[in-house]
């Protein structure tokens, strides 16, 4: 359940024990290297994901937050890059399910999918919210 990882070996009395899960994410079980990030999340502009840890991203468990920073922040390589990890139909498909997106973005990605804006959860999530004044 714990594993221990001494911080130095001139510290060796101190030894810091961590869950296992924790050191399974971080270091590869046989190699005890740092797991390397994805080829194809470096190629991205750094910007894009200045709050995250980019080595931590999946191109499929981060998809929705790929797919929404570079249509909302990307430049047109990021928009290439997006293109060769996603077909245009994944693409649509997961912005459809992204509650929040730029209205630039959402008018660009319902015409390059030829759907509607209605479809798009942003679209309708954010008409459900009432304006605090009539305007």
Not at 56 to 75: F, M, N, P, W, Y
Not at 97 to 124: D, H, M, W, Y
Request: hydrophobic share 40%.
């Amino acid at each position: 359940m714990f594993k221990t990882l001494e911080l130095l070996p001139s510290l060796s009395p101190w030894i810091l024990i961590i869950p296992c899960w924790i050191l399974d994410i971080l270091f590869h079980s046989q190699t005890n290297e740092l797991l390397p990030m994805s080829p194809e999340i470096a190629k991205f502009t750094p910007s894009l994901f200045w709050d995250v840890d980019r080595e931590t991203l999946d191109l499929q468990t981060s998809k929705a937050l790929i797919v929404q920073r570079v249509l909302e922040r990307g430049h047109d390589e990021d928009w290439d890059l997006l293109k060769a990890c996603y077909t245009t139909q994944e693409i649509v498909h997961t912005a459809k399910q992204i509650r929040s997106l730029e209205p630039t973005a959402l008018a660009f990605v319902s015409c390059i999918g030829n759907v509607k804006k209605e479809e798009f959860r942003c679209f309708t999530w954010k008409q459900s919210i009432p304006a605090h004044w009539p305007s």
